[in-house]
């Protein structure tokens, strides 16, 4: 009997976006989605992603909806390249129903595509009927989304960059949790603009990559605000933790800005919010910024604080809508709901 015998050929998996502390950007394999550096992010308790996938043995093409419309051109050919990987493993040829709920806007710098494909590793795994141990959905997972892999765990995890090129380089590069003591923050969330970014994460990165002369100092660099970030998350520190995303989130900003031509996500209301950011610090509020491939702005604090930063933000940005999370579940399924 195969593996995809012993499910019942449909599951539904739920997981919440990540925002990275330690960031991500630059892949050592394209197709592996390795990336060139190690990162650290904090999954979300707001935003979640819910992803049913259905078997249908006499179908021919997979059907992939998001919100209920059909996905199409690079996003469902993203997840049919997906789906295709999982029934490779799986020895299945049968095409799956993917349906997918967002709540948070998608393609704005939200990581949605890390909600997006933890949920669909997870869902797809269990109809497909293939390994489910957190460590093997996180690597299935990067092959979505790179960010993805974090999505898999709760709280804080870090994703290794693992050993590319060497034979075992798949199986090298997953996330796992991190430890962090007491610590349990809060990310101020500012959308200034939802709507979807102009250039994707994957093209930005490889352009950056491969044009710009910051890239691998900022890479060296942030190996080192790795180091720094697990210390200060160990101890609960929420200015070190703070002061390290912030350098490192600017720094990749500044690699992409060097990036020929460049690639600018940053626009004038995300610097309204930063100036407001550095503001509340010259108050006496802790409160730094990080941001990624959007114009959105997420600011750490204090949980007692983040009501006064939330209203401060929402005053910079009076067209913008702002959300307050803390750290969030790892990716599980959804018992009796397949
Ligand atoms: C700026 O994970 O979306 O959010 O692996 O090409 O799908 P692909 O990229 P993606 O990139 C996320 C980049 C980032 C930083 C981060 O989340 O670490």
Redo the contacts with the bound molecule.
Sequence with gaps: MSAEHRSNGSATAVAHP???LI???G?SDEQL?LPRTD?L?MTLDIFPTTTRVRLVPEAEHDEVTLGGAPLEGEARRRVVAFLDLVRERAGSSQRAVVATENTVPTGA?L?S??SGFAALAVAASAAYGLDSDPTALSRLARR?????S?SVFGDFAIWHAGRPGEADADLSSYAEPVTTGEFAPALVIAVVNAGPKAV???AA?RRTVDTSPLYEPWAASSKDDLAEMREALLKGDLDAVGEIAERNALG?HATMLAARPAVRYLSAPTLTVLDSVLQLRRDGVPAYATM??GPNVKVLCHRKDAERVAAVVRGAVPGGSVHVAGPGPGARLLNGAA
Excluded at 144 to 148: D, F, L, M, T, V
């Design positions: 990540n925002i990275a960031k991500y950007w892949k989605v990162s992010s710098g990581a595509s890390a979505g989304s790179g960010s993805a974090r994707s994460s994957r990165m990749m990624d491939a």
